[in-house]
T-cell receptor, first 115, second 110 residues
Framework: ETGVTQTPRHLVMGMTNKKSLKCEQH?????MYWYKQSAKKPLELMFV???????ENNSVPSRFSPECPNSSHLFLHLHTLQPEDSALYLC??????????????FGPGTRLTVL | LAKTTQPISMDSYEGQEVNITCSHNNIATNDYITWYQQFPSQGPRFIIQ???TKVTNEVASLFIPADRKSSTLSLPRVSLSDTAVYYC???????????FGPGTRLSVLP
């Protein structure tokens, strides 16, 4: 238990569906992150939020839309996804965006399958 | 960003010491070396971080030579539950601007 929870843990959706992934951290951190991990590919950073403001968008397609309503919650809204978007989506948090890597705590991830 | 190179996979037996070496020839002066462990369908978990020489915690040791162009993660007396992918990352602040490599898939056999 890392203090970062993600729901749902598994999601199957069609290409025309709209769904959202939720992340919540109970650590009092100010920075939150979304990562994508595809099969047989390295972990990829998608978005970085600091105090509810986005500080990094790592060339992510617009069909992925993040939202950070407060420092404890992070959402990833999904629409018109492609099968190649099937992956494990991981959320992480850290005290500050300037923190050393050691202080990043990852959630368990959401396994997304796009049909 | 410093690029890292690790073996793709390693096999070991229970009770043995495992050493995984990572090469990072273009490491910068302000870069730290960090190792993460990841089990299937879980998020990465921090193992250890260091800058130079040797760092030890309750889980592992990290050896860094003087030129810092490589590092070795040492896992003492591994068990079956240590079967996982181990990632070596190199970077300075802000460390979210880093690149995960493919990691080393460690298989511990009985």
């Amino acid at each position: 238990e890392t203090g970062v929870t993600q729901t749902p843990r598994h999601l199957v959706m069609g290409m025309t569906n709209k769904k959202s992934l939720k992340c919540e951290q109970h650590l009092g951190h100010n920075a939150m992150y979304w990562y994508k991990q595809s099969a047989k590919k390295p972990l990829e950073l998608m978005f970085v939020y600091s105090l509810e403001e986005r500080v990094e968008n790592n060339s992510v397609p617009s069909r992925f839309s993040p939202e950070c309503p407060n420092s404890s919650h992070l959402f990833l809204h999904l629409h018109t996804l492609q099968p190649e978007d099937s992956a494990l989506y991981l959320c992480a948090s850290s005290q500050e965006v300037e923190s050393l890597l050691a202080s990043q705590f990852f959630g368990p991830g959401t396994r997304l399958t796009v049909l | 960003l410093a690029k890292t190179t690790q073996p793709i996979s390693m096999d070991s037996y229970e009770g043995q010491e495992v050493n995984i070496t990572c090469s990072h020839n273009n490491i910068a002066t302000n870069d730290y070396i960090t190792w993460y462990q990841q089990f299937p369908s879980q998020g990465p978990r921090f193992i250890i971080q260091g800058y130079k020489t040797k760092v030890t915690n309750e889980v592992a040791s990290l050896f860094i030579p003087a030129d810092r162009k490589s590092s070795t993660l040492s896992l003492p007396r591994v068990s079956l539950s240590d079967t996982a992918v181990y990632y070596c990352l190199v970077g300075g602040r802000p460390q979210w601007n880093f690149v995960f490599g493919p990691g080393t898939r460690l298989s511990v056999l009985p």
